[in-house]
């Protein structure tokens, strides 16, 4: 009966082992009597050590392998930790601000200590070379960070509480969107900062008006020479106006035309707030990829007026980049 059944479903020939031909003898009974309906039978799948041709075995493998669930990549595993603590409302609202403010302090504070304590070791590269802000001065605009972001985190955290319509969808949307791949990220991070370019032009040049001036603008100019953390020394209707209304832009366009995640916005403004205080650090270094944003906003608060943008684009466009006197200033800080 066994060499009958293993001619009809063409098996492959098998060692001559007592219990490999009882192991087979076995399956193909229980494989009958279930087709057959008589009784339900517990499946005993094949192993290699019985009789199972490799074959056979892979094709197996391959089958429950496909039917296994994905495992979760790193990204993916901490991603699901931070939606199981806190809530999507707010990582759309207190986590981008934590994030903001984290960034801001951690590139910018380290710098204003060595600035004020060991003055000697970056003087070779400080762009208006001889100028050094007060003592006090410096003091109050820490202060007024301080207590500037302090406050919006604070509203941040009112805002997820108070469970607003619009607010909810949004981070629904952002926070369920797939996790973005490296190149993803890399490429919406070159999108907003273009973004940022258009839009932070437009509202830096209205503020530079004789009408928006002296009421929003001023303040942020009490450094003629800039610190990396006076980057967010403003009045509340410049940081809503001149920073957070271009900043959001980028990100709220790729959210409704491509889908975009949480993630790639933390990333812009992580990134963000690092690249504003190099730009007003005041100091050139060689070694920053984005050196000439830096020369460029230098320039702006030294002449007033020129480079009101980040990369130089829209003022070449549109005729504010300063002309030859911006080229001459900076030959004389290069040739230092």
Same mark, same amino acid.
């Given at each position: ?17 007592? &219990? ?15 087709? &057959? ?95 050094? &802000? ?34 909810? &969808? ?167």
């Amino acid at each position: 009966w066994l060499k009958i059944v293993l001619a009809k479903h063409d098996f492959p020939a098998i060692e001559r082992s007592p &219990q490999r031909r009882r192991a087979l003898g076995r399956w193909l009974l229980q494989s009958w009597v279930r087709r &057959q309906n008589l009784i339900t039978l517990p499946r005993v799948e094949p192993t290699r050590n019985e009789w199972w041709p490799q074959s056979k075995l892979n094709l197996k493998s391959k089958d429950k392998t496909s039917q296994l669930p994905k495992k979760e990549t790193r990204a993916e595993q901490v991603w699901a930790r931070l939606l199981s603590r806190f809530t999507r409302a707010d990582l759309l609202t207190v986590g981008t601000l934590v994030v903001t403010v984290l960034c801001h302090w951690i590139s910018g504070f380290p710098l204003i200590i060595v600035e004020r304590l060991w003055p000697k070791l970056l003087a070779r590269w400080k762009i208006q070379a001889g100028v050094r &802000q007060p003592t006090a001065k410096i003091g109050r605009m820490l202060l007024n960070v301080l207590e500037f972001q302090l406050s919006t985190l604070v509203v941040g955290g009112v805002v997820s509480r108070l469970k607003i319509k619009a607010v909810e &969808q949004m981070a629904e949307r952002v926070t369920n969107a797939p996790l973005p791949s490296g190149r993803r990220l890399l490429a919406e991070l070159g999108f907003n900062l273009l973004s940022w370019e258009v839009f932070f032009y437009t509202t830096h040049r209205i503020l530079h008006t004789a009408r928006f001036y002296k009421k929003i603008h001023k303040k942020h100019h009490e450094f003629k020479a800039p610190v990396s953390l006076a980057s967010a020394y403003a009045t509340h209707i410049e940081h809503v106006v001149g920073d957070l209304l271009p900043g959001i832009i980028g990100p709220a366009l790729l959210s409704f035309f491509a889908n975009s995640h949480l993630v790639s916005a933390w990333l812009w403004v992580g990134f963000g707030s690092v690249l504003t205080n190099i730009n007003h650090s005041g100091y050139d270094f060689p070694f920053n990829p984005l050196r000439e944003c830096a020369l460029m906003h230098d320039y702006h608060h030294y002449s007033f007026y020129s480079m009101l943008g980040l990369f130089g684009w829209m003022d070449k466009l549109f005729g504010t980049s300063g002309g030859d006197a911006y080229k001459q200033w900076r030959a004389e800080v290069i040739s230092r």
